[in-house]
């Protein structure tokens, strides 16, 4: 079941940065947002537009924001098509996109992968993930029934033609995928919860990869205008 509609904010809600240095806009697709994750991106200069989960691509690019982010929440990502074709749009706008737990999933599908439901979800605390590009074990928190089927070796063409991605956790317990990182467009995802509160918070500095990722696009931005300024 799609169950976003039971735990989505009925109308727009805006939180202001809070950092000394405003970075940007992040428009936050709410399928079950926890106030920790809204904190966390507006301490990183984030204004932080949480919006309704229902939110078209229309809606979205009149609002214009320079990152796109896709919640946790409950339900079956196989019955998200809506939330699924939003977020394909959000990729070949070329936005930077980080999703969190059912945001995971929904990338996932959106590059063209399979999901599936686990025997047993994974519940709680302590479980262990390992960084596929830096070899880095993280301890983290997690709470999911459903999972990515995607390559576990190395990357791969995505299915729905978005360039290559790769796995970039790996659940030490069972091997299942953890995450999700595309290396030709600014997008990538993880299955567990950086923004657990109180903890564990081996993966806070993913926020951190998420604000290096939209000051790169920025950046790159800036240079393509001027370039056409002086053309």
């Given at each position: 079941?799609?169950?976003s509609?039971?735990?989505?904010?009925?109308?727009?809600?805006?939180?202001?940065?809070?950092?000394?240095?405003?970075?940007?806009?992040?428009?936050?697709?709410?399928?079950?947002?926890?106030?920790?994750?809204?904190?966390?991106?507006?301490?990183?200069?984030?204004?932080?537009?949480?919006?309704?989960?229902?939110?078209?691509?229309?809606?979205?690019?009149?609002?214009?924001?320079?990152?796109?982010?896709?919640?946790?929440?409950?339900?079956?990502?196989?019955?998200?098509?809506?939330?699924?074709?939003?977020?394909?749009?959000?990729?070949?706008?070329?936005?930077?996109?980080?999703?969190?737990?059912?945001?995971?999933?929904?990338?996932?599908?959106?590059?063209?992968?399979?999901?599936?439901?686990?025997?047993?979800?994974?519940?709680?605390?302590?479980?262990?993930?390992?960084?596929?590009?830096?070899?880095?074990?993280?301890?983290?928190?997690?709470?999911?029934?459903?999972?990515?089927?995607?390559?576990?070796?190395?990357?791969?063409?995505?299915?729905?033609?978005?360039?290559?991605?790769?796995?970039?956790?790996?659940?030490?317990?069972?091997?299942?995928?953890?995450?999700?990182?595309?290396?030709?467009?600014?997008?990538f995802?993880?299955?567990?919860?950086?923004?657990?509160?109180?903890?564990?918070?081996?993966?806070?500095?993913l926020?951190?990869q998420?604000?290096?990722?939209?000051?790169?696009?920025?950046?790159?931005?800036?240079?393509?205008?001027?370039?056409?300024?002086?053309?």
């Amino acid at each position: 079941r799609n169950l976003s509609d039971l735990v989505s904010t009925p109308e727009a809600v805006v939180h202001p940065s809070t950092a000394a240095e405003r970075l940007g806009s992040v428009a936050i697709i709410d399928l079950g947002i926890k106030t920790a994750t809204i904190k966390a991106l507006a301490e990183r200069g984030f204004d932080v537009h949480v919006l309704p989960h229902a939110t078209t691509i229309e809606q979205l690019r009149e609002l214009a924001p320079t990152a796109v982010f896709y919640s946790n929440g409950p339900g079956d990502p196989a019955s998200s098509d809506a939330h699924v074709e939003l977020l394909r749009n959000v990729l070949r706008d070329g936005t930077p996109f980080f999703g969190i737990c059912f945001g995971n999933q929904l990338l996932g599908r959106a590059l063209g992968f399979d999901t599936y439901k686990l025997p047993f979800g994974h519940r709680g605390i302590n479980q262990p993930v390992v960084d596929t590009f830096s070899g880095r074990i993280e301890i983290t928190a997690q709470n999911h029934g459903f999972a990515v089927q995607a390559p576990l070796d190395g990357p791969v063409e995505t299915p729905a033609g978005f360039g290559r991605a790769q796995v970039s956790h790996i659940g030490l317990n069972d091997q299942v995928v953890e995450g999700l990182r595309c290396l030709d467009i600014p997008a990538f995802s993880v299955q567990f919860h950086p923004e657990a509160a109180a903890g564990p918070h081996d993966s806070a500095p993913l926020f951190d990869q998420f604000r290096e990722m939209e000051l790169a696009h920025l950046a790159s931005q800036s240079t393509h205008t001027n370039g056409q300024e002086k053309a």
